[in-house]
């Protein structure tokens, strides 16, 4: 019997983030500017634009008896926040532009609302998730590298490439499920929130 409910799709983990949407058409726009460096990185996996948006909180494998908690708590930061405007700024590394694991385009935060959001998640999922204890950087996660590499060896010009668009606004908090295949990960939402006007 423990066994048949263990193997059941309710009792398995999901994989779920918090997330704020990038449009479609600022997306694309990006695409199109790093396009001529996908093939020059050996090693580069390069996401998908379809799944670029700002990850505000990573839970990963959670307990399905957790999603409510989860699904109230985006709700509530939602209403906390007031919606604002971001925009694309450069393309960047983590750690570093010498050893490369992540490649990112950064976005405008001037008055701080996707730090805020973070924090108020962190708080509002203490009890189950572990904080975010590095200091938050809005991006989009543009490409992962193995082995890190020194970007400018084999791409250079990519590293503080403006990206710059149009101010867009944000205005809602998502609840994603991650779901990982071979063919790279799709995004299922199961709560969108928007902010406080």
Do not use: C, Q
């Amino acid at each position: 019997m423990a066994r048949d409910r263990a193997s059941s799709d309710v009792a398995k983990p999901l994989r779920l983030f918090v997330a704020a949407d990038v449009p479609e058409d600022v997306k694309g726009g990006l695409a199109e500017r790093v396009a001529p460096f996908r093939d020059r990185i050996p090693g580069a996996r390069w996401t998908n634009p379809s799944g670029w948006h700002v990850t505000l909180k990573f839970l990963g494998s959670t307990w399905p008896r957790l999603v409510p908690t989860v699904e109230e708590a985006v709700v509530a930061a939602a209403t906390r926040v007031a919606s604002f405007g971001s925009a694309l700024t450069e393309v960047g590394a983590f750690p570093s532009g010498r050893r490369a694991r992540v490649l990112w385009a950064g976005l405008t935060d001037s008055d701080g609302r996707f730090a805020e959001l973070v924090k108020i998640l962190d708080h509002l999922l203490g009890e189950y998730f572990v904080p975010e204890r590095r200091v938050f950087a809005p991006h989009l996660t543009l490409a992962r590298l193995t082995p890190p590499r020194d970007v400018d060896e084999v791409a250079r010009g990519l590293l503080g490439m403006p990206v710059a668009s149009e101010e867009f606004p944000v205005d809602a908090l998502t609840l994603y499920r991650s779901h990982l295949s071979p063919k790279g990960a799709t995004y299922e939402a199961l709560v969108r929130r928007p902010l406080s006007t």
